[in-house]
């Protein structure tokens, strides 16, 4: 049976954008006036005609997405990814019919629900409860179902209190619980959920993602725009990667995340000589590499890494602290960070200088990892701050390490010693 509840065939959409032309630092009145009148003709001749109204000198075509293609089943949560500007809102509007596309078309089976701005659908005049109603009605409900479900969406959104008062005197906060617990509780076959939950706090959010969870393990459809890695992680089981406007990768959502976080770190070749200075040092250089000393960015699980680093100390300093942070690429989420502590008392005389740090093997999953660097004079100043980064990759042994090790929870699998003793 075909379960494709969202298919897009080659969608583009394109806008055209004006630019006022640069002005010297003197015009004279009659070219002011001149221009206005040229510009209230235009506006007149387009609006008459049916174009758009620009504003501006010139005009410029602008593809907010190009050549897109696409197919989501039904039951799937659908994380979407990518920079700012990467066409991400652009392409909900489109799903979410508030916008047609230039180019190519989308065929939609189901009913949507979209919260893609704080107070979309709602009227700032009306009270909570009767935006419920009318929101509820938007999305295609009968009056019967919202009301069924009102307590449920009152108690969600928090806002008891405020049910009677005009939704323009709500805070954006609780626009976003309200506007959120309509669409969610409404029972749209597809939910389609953009960044506007990062108005929402912290204890709001965990909310949210629980009930969109809740939403697809009930075989309903959900997308999700957010540039919070663990959240996409943990509730999307694929996810799609924009890029200025093209579809970069649809896949697993563990890949596409790892692959977006790695456009966005400064990932250096380990034979790149980094050339952070500083008064009191040179970074010469930074890499992984194993107990030999040779250089490499993959690893084993069941090998030991070694972190490198090469200082050129331009005066004798005490105090310096050399440490590292090791972050988890998937996520971004830092797993722990540790500094060769007996440095902070250790006066350091100029000249070059090598720093190592082993991690141990069988410590961490499969994956991708970054490693930061930090150095600092103890209780004075920073000289890096983990703006100096090297990524490295572990890799599962298979038949080494316990056939479950790479699928058990958490970000790392330390080796613990067990101790089993027998009671008679």
Request: hydrophobic letters at 40%; a neutral charge.
């Amino acid at each position: 049976m075909n379960n494709v509840v969202i298919k897009a065939e080659n969608i583009g959409k394109k806008y055209i954008i004006g630019h006022q032309a640069e002005r010297g630092g003197y015009t004279a009145l009659r070219d002011v006036l001149m221009q206005n009148a040229r510009t209230l003709w235009n506006k007149t001749k387009d609006l008459a005609t049916g174009k758009p109204i620009i504003q501006g000198d010139t005009m410029e075509e602008v593809w907010a997405l190009k050549d897109v293609s696409f197919e989501i089943h039904r039951g799937e949560a659908v994380g979407i990814i990518g920079r700012n500007g990467a066409g991400k809102s652009t392409l909900l509007k489109i799903l979410s019919r508030i916008t047609e596309p230039s180019t190519g078309r989308v065929t939609i089976k189901g009913r949507v629900a979209s919260l893609l701005e704080v107070g979309t659908g709602f009227h700032p005049e009306l009270s909570g409860r009767e935006n419920i109603y009318l929101n509820g009605t938007i999305l295609g409900m009968t009056r019967v179902e919202i009301k069924r479900k009102f307590d449920e969406i009152v108690a969600f959104a928090e806002v008891e209190k405020y049910l009677d008062t005009p939704v323009k005197r709500y805070s954006s906060g609780m626009y976003v619980r309200l506007a959120f617990a309509v669409a969610a509780h409404l029972e749209p076959e597809i939910l389609i959920v953009d960044e506007v939950l990062a108005v929402g706090d912290a204890q709001f959010q965990r909310k949210c993602l629980g009930k969109m969870e809740q939403v697809g393990k009930e075989g309903r459809t959900v997308l999700f725009v957010s540039h919070n890695m663990a959240a996409v992680n943990n509730l999307c089981n694929y996810a799609m990667l924009l890029d200025s406007g093209t579809l970069d990768c649809f896949s697993k959502t563990k890949s596409v995340v790892e692959k977006y976080i790695l456009q966005g770190e400064a990932v250096f070749n380990n034979n790149l000589i980094l050339n952070h200075q500083d008064e009191v040092l040179d970074v010469i250089d930074f890499f992984t590499c194993d107990m030999h000393g040779n250089r490499f960015s993959v690893f084993k699980t069941t090998e030991n890494i070694y972190l490198k680093t090469r200082l050129n100390l331009k005066k004798s300093v005490e105090g310096l602290r050399i440490g590292i942070d090791v972050y988890n690429i998937s996520d971004g989420e830092i797993l722990f960070r540790t500094f060769d502590d007996d440095l902070n008392t250790r006066e350091r005389g100029a000249g070059v200088a090598d720093f190592a740090c082993e991690l141990p093997a069988n410590l961490f999953m499969s994956g991708i990892y970054a490693a930061k660097l930090q150095i600092g004079i103890h209780n004075i100043r920073w000289i890096v701050n983990g703006n100096l980064s090297i990524n490295f990759e572990v890799q599962f042994v298979d038949g080494i390490n316990s056939k479950y090790a790479d699928s058990r929870p958490g970000k790392i699998m330390p080796l613990v010693n067990w101790e089993i003793s027998s009671i008679h």
